[in-house]
T-cell receptor
Framework: SAVISQKPSRDICQRGTSLTIQCQVD?????MFWYRQQPGQSLTLIATANQGSEATYESGFVIDKFPISRPNLTFSTLTVSNMSPEDSSIYLC????????FGSGTRLTVV | AQTVTQSQPEMSVQEAETVTLSCTYD???????LFWYKQPPSRQMILVIR??????QNATENRFSVNFQKAAKSFSLKISDSQLGDAAMYFCAYRGPQGGSEKLVFGKGMKLTVNP
């Protein structure tokens, strides 16, 4: 199974700023998934990132707010832009390998 | 759209006892995959068990087993000999067939408390 290193593990950010979250996988993977978990809630898929193509966003999520990069088969970033307190959540990346392996999550608090 | 329902938001069990977590789902597909994940306070999502819909045999992983009822679209998780370390949020998840969307659809989760 894959091992994912996700960082930062947590951050406290001012509203109106942006945060970039990174996920590094120890093997090459075709797809990477980015999820949001709002406080006390379940996981909701933000987008699916394929290497070499534009990410595919789920309904309710837009590229301007959550731009994603996927420069190679082992790495991806998710940026949360122009943050507001409503963006306070846990953000997780995931890959299909290993029965869907997840990063350890980034706990974001926007103040 | 596929949906996953976990109707019990919380459950508790005594240490060493057995507990069953329920999950139902809605899909028009005949081939799909079902998962149970555990999320302790560390927030790491840990795969507990998975089931392929084409397999009639229920999956088992040590103390964890599932009761997969395809016709009823039910996928419950049984935890035997519960341990304190089993305390966590448990999420049921669905994935569609090969060749289709590979995203996971999650239920709302259930908080399991294990009492010593």
């Amino acid at each position: 199974s894959a091992v994912i290193s996700q960082k930062p593990s947590r951050d406290i950010c001012q509203r109106g700023t942006s945060l970039t979250i990174q996920c590094q996988v120890d093997s090459q993977v075709t797809m990477m998934f980015w999820y949001r978990q709002q406080p006390g809630q379940s996981l909701t898929l933000i987008a699916t990132a394929n290497q070499g193509s534009e990410a595919t966003y789920e309904s309710g999520f837009v590229i301007d707010k959550f731009p994603i990069s996927r420069p190679n088969l082992t790495f991806s970033t998710l940026t949360v832009s122009n943050m507001s307190p409503e963006d306070s959540s846990i953000y997780l990346c995931s890959v299909r390998e290993g029965g869907y392996t997840f990063g350890s999550g980034t706990r974001l608090t926007v103040v | 759209a596929q949906t996953v329902t976990q109707s019990q938001p919380e459950m508790s069990v005594q240490e060493a006892e057995t507990v069953t977590l329920s999950c139902t789902y809605d899909t028009s597909e005949s081939d799909y995959y079902l998962f149970w994940y555990k999320q302790p306070p560390s927030r790491q999502m840990i795969l507990v068990i998975r089931q392929e819909a084409y397999k009639q045999q229920n999956a088992t992983e040590n103390r964890f087993s599932v009761n997969f009822q395809k016709a009823a679209k039910s996928f419950s998780l049984k935890i035997s000999d519960s341990q304190l370390g089993d305390a966590a949020m448990y999420f049921c998840a669905y994935r569609g067939p090969q060749g289709g969307s590979e995203k996971l659809v999650f239920g709302k989760g259930m908080k399991l408390t294990v009492n010593p």
